[in-house]
């Protein structure tokens, strides 16, 4: 094999080596609540991610990327990573380097293999497009936590105001109280709610809005529009709260069955193609090798 070639394997080798290391070693916090380091009526704690993580490589772009006029893109960007929650200690100008470093990284790996403009452009093209899919992920992760966890609220608030509770305000700061040692984002997002309400002076009406904005599902969007209706009605949220609570349940039940139904079709795939033809060689092998060699089955 050429010198040059060798060569090259040991500096890509080295490089990516030094960027695990540096991934692996780097302090991983995840909490959305933490009761330290912070004050008294702050429990979120910022998420160090893997954004975080490969900072110290492209914040020599940060300059240039923040007086780039993209004001459209940064907005969709930003709305993604509130949805994530990722927004606090991660704003559009810090995904846009993480995007501008994946895409001159895997530019090079794949002109290193290929060696051709083609495959230089078609490794910048992933690497453009691997931090809105890693992005998705988190949305989505995320979006399967709030509903599952949706109903057991719903229920804690729906208890408290039946436990002598008289508002719907207070009944939030305790069940935040609760769930602040749980790493819940709908417990986060129902304590942002509650914040904007009491120190940024929302009315109830809007903190709702902002709620469903922040959480785009469809099920939050429902939940926020009953809300401001008993609130606009005057009637009574604990029974709303109720009404919801039984549904959510019922929703997440007729969710858990159907996924319970998928597993069984997705697993038929990998016993097609990979168990049975391992069953078929241990009880059809020792007869195959017997035919090959003497001629006879038996």
């Known amino acids: 094999m050429d010198i040059v070639v060798l060569k090259n394997i040991g500096m890509l080798t ?3 080596s030094t960027l695990i290391l540096i991934y692996n070693l780097y302090e991983k ?21 893997m954004i975080h993580r490969f900072r110290f490589i492209y914040k020599i772009f940060l300059p240039l990327i923040k007086i780039i006029p993209s004001t459209r893109y940064r907005l ?44 230089t452009i078609t ?3 992933i690497g453009a497009s691997y931090p809105f899919l890693w992005l998705y ?3 989505k992760a995320r979006h399967d936590l709030i509903l599952s966890s949706m109903p ?39 304590y942002q709610m509650y914040r904007n309400i009491e120190q940024r002076g929302m009315s109830m009406p809007e903190a709702y809005k902002t709620l469903s904005d922040r959480i785009d599902l469809i099920q939050v969007y429902s939940l926020t ?34 996924k319970g139904a ?22 059809f092998g020792p007869y195959l090798l017997k035919f090959m060699y003497d001629g006879t089955l038996f």
């Open 152 to 190: 057991d609220i719903i229920d804690m608030l729906y208890l408290s105001l039946k436990a002598g509770i008289p508002d719907i305000k207070p009944a939030i700061q305790k069940v935040c109280e609760v769930y602040k040692e749980d790493n819940n984002p709908f417990a986060y997002e129902l």
């Open 29 to 49: 916090k995840s909490e959305y609540f933490i009761d330290h380091d912070k004050k008294d009526d702050d429990y979120y704690n910022v998420t160090n991610n």
């Open 14 to 16: 080295f490089f990516l």
């Open 123 to 125: 490794g910048m093209m």
């Open 225 to 258: 529009s009953l809300w401001i209706q008993t609130h606009e009605m005057g009637s009574s949220i604990a029974d709303c709260l109720k009404t919801q609570s039984s549904l959510m349940h019922q929703e997440r039940f007729i969710n858990a069955e159907k």
């Open 262 to 283: 998928l597993a069984s079709q997705k697993l038929l795939l990998p016993l097609i193609l990979l168990i049975f033809p391992i069953l078929l060689i241990i009880i």
């Open 76 to 119: 969709a960007i930003k709305k993604n990573l509130i949805t994530a929650g990722l927004d606090n200690g991660t704003d559009p100008n810090d995904f846009i380097g993480f995007q501008l470093f994946t895409c001159l990284f895997f530019g090079y790996i794949f002109n290193f293999f290929l060696g051709n403009i083609f495959g």
């Open 137 to 139: 992920e988190k949305k």
